[in-house]
């Protein structure tokens, strides 16, 4: 097994050997902190997308009749190899997507706890029998068997931002439910997701059950979202791309996890340094860069001034620079994104909003930006930064800030924070949201959750059992018994 060319170039992964792309050309990955090629990965074409899914689809049966015990195998091997490999894969994330080692190393264990959890949960999901005579009319002479079956020929579609965790997140589920896999991470990720495909090849897993596809989204992602071999579609990411994705993908079943703008309500009966402690970690972590970080506060006017003050505090403890260093604060993913973000700040200091901490920048690294006095007519109340960014809305009532809240094109998370555990309910009630956490910060996990976006946030819902449910369907075969 060779999965580079040479230091710096990788092959891609189709029907269970590590080629070269017919296209001779190669995609340079640019890391975000380090400002030069890190990697290159292959443009495949068109042809060899059409080669991998019909590999999938040549295998995808047998597969399907391999006992699920013998697919626990090969995926314990695979979480084995993962952790064995976690130092070098997680230096690899690291210099790829400028997260710092320790997160980067914590979310390879985190992949190898959900694939064996995912395992788990498999082997433990039964069909169920059904009786005729327990619907009015019925026979006793009709007894339905009902189980699950695989879909055939999954697409997986991961983020940037935890090409690991997210991927086998899709994979895993895909791979134990007897389907095959066309995996396309995210070209800035694709040398992460292909070192995650070095573990999951070394399992000795059969061929042909899993192809990696790398190549740029303009290029290809359309050709595999409309392509008939393909039979579901798993993605993450953004939320415009998504509802491109579902336009393009005509009866082929989805689940999407998109973008968010989650709230932190803060009521004015809120222990607020602990919910200082929850949104700061919340907002900033991997610079915000992550679809469930708080991305504004709502707060209660008679405690605004204090929890400002507060959060200023705990921001100013933030580490900023490098991910080598450990640092919490890191350059953004690339320039783009730090040109979005700062967009968003200086249209809101153009509109009245007031800079407490930060609107810094050097080049694609934002400083930790605490905004305050943000108003709803103001972009930064609304859009989605992705980036080490706070604004801060102050309301008057419970009932503004769920109307805020509920105002976004979005629906993640929320989180409440309040010692009143009745409102806390009552609030929760009352938020057009997948997921509320209350006195908590946003986000995903334990991963064993369901995990739910609505509006502009996604469609369907993840979490291991419900994402092993998506990826099978109910069949029911009726057995019709002599009286």
Same mark, same amino acid.
């Given at each position: 097994?060779?999965?580079?060319?040479?230091?710096?170039?990788? !092959?891609?992964?189709?029907?269970?050997?590590?080629?070269?792309?017919?296209?001779?050309?190669?995609?340079?990955?640019?890391?975000?902190?380090?400002?030069?090629?890190?990697?290159?990965?292959?443009?495949?074409?068109?042809?060899?997308?059409?080669?991998?899914?019909?590999?999938?689809? !040549?295998?995808?049966?047998?597969?399907?009749?391999?006992?699920?015990?013998?697919?626990?195998?090969?995926?314990?091997?695979?979480?084995?190899?993962?952790?064995?490999?976690?130092?070098?894969?997680?230096?690899?994330?690291?210099?790829?997507?400028? !997260?710092?080692?320790?997160?980067? !190393?914590?979310?390879?264990?985190?992949?190898?706890?959900?694939?064996?959890?995912?395992?788990?949960?498999?082997?433990?999901?039964?069909?169920?029998?059904?009786?005729?005579?327990?619907?009015?009319?019925?026979?006793?002479?009709?007894?339905?068997?009902?189980?699950?079956?695989?879909?055939?020929?999954?697409?997986?579609?991961?983020?940037?931002?935890?090409?690991?965790?997210?991927?086998?997140?899709?994979?895993?589920?895909?791979?134990?439910?007897?389907?095959?896999?066309?995996?396309?991470?995210?070209?800035?990720?694709?040398?992460?997701?292909?070192?995650?495909?070095?573990?999951?090849?070394?399992?000795?897993?059969?061929?042909?059950?899993?192809?990696?596809?790398?190549?740029?989204?303009?290029?290809?992602?359309?050709?595999?979202?409309?392509?008939?071999?393909?039979?579901?579609?798993?993605?993450?990411?953004?939320?415009?791309?998504?509802?491109?994705?579902?336009?393009?993908?005509?009866?082929?079943?989805?689940?999407?996890?998109?973008?968010?703008?989650?709230?932190?309500?803060?009521?004015?009966?809120?222990?607020?340094?602990?919910?200082?402690?929850?949104?700061?970690?919340?907002?900033?972590?991997?610079?915000?860069?992550?679809?469930?970080?708080?991305?504004?506060?709502?707060?209660?006017?008679?405690?605004?001034?204090?929890?400002?003050?507060?959060?200023?505090?705990?921001?100013?403890?933030?580490?900023?620079?490098?991910?080598?260093?450990?640092?919490?604060?890191?350059?953004?993913?690339?320039?783009?994104?730090?040109?979005?973000?700062?967009?968003?700040?200086?249209?809101?200091?153009?509109?009245?909003?007031?800079?407490?901490?930060?609107?810094?920048?050097?080049?694609?690294?934002?400083?930790?930006?605490?905004?305050?006095?943000?108003?709803?007519?103001?972009?930064?109340?609304?859009?989605?930064?992705?980036?080490?960014?706070?604004?801060?809305?102050?309301?008057?009532?419970?009932?503004?800030?769920?109307?805020?809240?509920?105002?976004?094109?979005?629906?993640?998370?929320?989180?409440?924070?309040?010692?009143?555990?009745?409102?806390?309910?009552?609030?929760?009630?009352?938020?057009?949201?997948?997921?509320?956490?209350?006195?908590?910060?946003?986000?995903?996990?334990?991963?064993?959750?369901?995990?739910?976006?609505?509006?502009?946030?996604?469609?369907?819902?993840?979490?291991?059992?419900?994402?092993?449910?998506?990826?099978?369907?109910?069949?029911?075969?009726?057995?019709?018994?002599?009286?």
């Amino acid at each position: 097994m060779t999965i580079k060319i040479d230091d710096l170039t990788y !092959k891609f992964y189709l029907g269970g050997q590590w080629i070269v792309s017919k296209s001779g050309k190669t995609i340079d990955i640019v890391s975000p902190y380090l400002h030069e090629t890190v990697g290159r990965v292959q443009a495949v074409t068109q042809d060899e997308v059409d080669e991998a899914i019909e590999s999938a689809r !040549k295998v995808q049966k047998d597969w399907e009749k391999t006992s699920l015990q013998i697919r626990a195998q090969y995926l314990y091997k695979w979480a084995d190899e993962l952790i064995s490999m976690q130092d070098e894969i997680a230096e690899v994330i690291m210099k790829e997507v400028g !997260k710092n080692f320790q997160d980067a !190393k914590k979310e390879v264990i985190r992949t190898a706890d959900f694939i064996r959890y995912t395992v788990g949960e498999a082997l433990h999901m039964h069909g169920e029998s059904l009786v005729g005579d327990s619907f009015p009319g019925g026979s006793k002479s009709k007894l339905a068997i009902v189980s699950r079956v695989p879909l055939g020929v999954v697409l997986a579609i991961s983020p940037f931002n935890y090409p690991v965790n997210l991927a086998a997140a899709k994979v895993a589920p895909a791979l134990m439910a007897g389907n095959t896999v066309i995996f396309k991470p995210a070209t800035q990720g694709a040398i992460s997701g292909s070192k995650m495909i070095e573990a999951l090849d070394k399992s000795g897993m059969p061929k042909g059950i899993l192809s990696l596809i790398t190549g740029r989204g303009s290029e290809i992602g359309d050709y595999l979202v409309e392509h008939k071999g393909i039979n579901m579609i798993s993605y993450t990411g953004g939320t415009d791309t998504g509802a491109l994705l579902a336009k393009k993908a005509t009866q082929v079943p989805l689940v999407l996890e998109l973008g968010g703008k989650d709230p932190g309500i803060v009521r004015e009966d809120a222990n607020l340094k602990e919910a200082v402690k929850h949104i700061v970690g919340g907002a900033f972590s991997y610079s915000g860069q992550r679809c469930t970080a708080i991305k504004r506060v709502l707060v209660n006017e008679n405690v605004a001034d204090e929890l400002v003050a507060l959060l200023k505090e705990e921001i100013e403890k933030l580490s900023i620079g490098s991910p080598e260093d450990g640092s919490v604060i890191v350059p953004l993913i690339d320039d783009q994104a730090a040109d979005y973000v700062q967009g968003l700040v200086d249209d809101a200091v153009e509109k009245g909003a007031t800079v407490v901490l930060g609107n810094k920048r050097e080049r694609n690294l934002i400083y930790p930006t605490l905004l305050d006095h943000v108003t709803v007519e103001m972009q930064v109340a609304w859009e989605e930064p992705f980036g080490p960014i706070l604004p801060v809305v102050r309301v008057t009532s419970d009932e503004e800030a769920i109307r805020i809240a509920n105002e976004s094109e979005f629906g993640l998370q929320a989180s409440v924070f309040t010692s009143n555990i009745n409102k806390a309910f009552s609030i929760a009630n009352q938020l057009d949201a997948g997921s509320v956490q209350i006195n908590g910060r946003t986000e995903r996990g334990p991963d064993h959750f369901p995990f739910i976006g609505i509006k502009g946030s996604g469609m369907g819902t993840q979490g291991v059992r419900k994402s092993l449910e998506s990826m099978t369907r109910e069949k029911v075969t009726v057995l019709n018994i002599e009286e």
